[in-house]
């Protein structure tokens, strides 16, 4: 069964530099979530969408925005890197609206380095 | 306190032993309970999910759910050395967020 996509898998980047990380989500699904993990940490949820429109924001900095685009597909854009924002950023996705009963899978992450 | 708490381990169980991992949330609307696998490195896994009260199982695995307790567990029977990895208990309240709990780390020794 076809799963959830990021790209790129790994990425260094030096500080205060841009990033984008990209996520296509189960085919038919309609919502994407994205969650940040810091080194021995849990998944922090970032933010969603559902149908293209942002559904919910999570502890997301200023200095990051996401979209969501015709084909679902999402992309998360990152500015003014700093040291902290090392993590694996994992993308989800889920069918009709990401409601309390819809189970969420995740894709394989993407490493982000800042230097 | 965190919405979701997990013991962070280790637990240490011997092959083909019962491991009991244990949940509690504390937000009384939560909807909906979810055991994710995670293995160093590597994205959360869906292993099962649980919406009402009482015992879910599916193979090995049996998730319990008391919303009276506010309390979750997941039980893995037979446990295999391949299941030695961290497992995630999330919650999800309302819009579809998940809030995870620290995880436990379980090790299966042969």
């Known amino acids: 069964a076809a799963g959830v996509i990021q790209s790129p898998r790994h990425l260094i980047k030096e500080k205060r530099e841009t990033a984008t990380l990209k996520c296509y989500p189960i085919p038919r699904h309609d919502t994407v979530y994205w969650y940040q993990q810091g080194p021995g940490q849990d998944p922090q949820f970032l933010i969603s969408?559902?149908?293209?429109?942002?559904?919910d924001k999570g502890s997301i900095p200023d200095r990051f925005s996401a979209q969501q685009f015709s084909d679902y597909h999402s992309e998360l854009n990152m500015s003014s890197l700093e040291l902290g924002d090392s993590a694996l950023y994992f993308c989800a996705s889920s069918l009709a609206g990401g409601g309390s009963y819809n189970e969420q899978f995740f894709g394989p992450g993407t490493r982000l380095t800042v230097l | 306190q965190k919405e979701v708490e997990q013991n962070s381990g280790p637990l240490s169980v011997p092959e083909g032993a019962i491991a009991s991992l244990n949940c509690t949330y504390s937000?009384?609307?939560?909807?909906?309970f979810f055991w994710y696998r995670q293995y160093s490195g590597k994205s959360p896994e869906l292993i099962m999910f649980i919406y009402s009260n009482g015992d879910k199982e599916d193979g090995r695995f049996t998730a319990q759910l008391n919303k009276a307790s506010q309390y979750v567990s997941l039980l893995i029977r037979d446990s295999q050395p391949s299941d030695s990895a961290t497992y995630l208990c999330?919650?999800?309240?309302?819009?579809?967020?998940?809030?995870f709990g620290q995880g436990t780390e379980l090790s299966v020794k042969p």
């Open positions: 937000d009384r609307g939560s909807q909906s």
């Open positions: 999330a919650v999800n309240n309302q819009g579809g967020k998940l809030i």
């Open positions: 969408f559902y149908e293209k429109m942002q559904s």
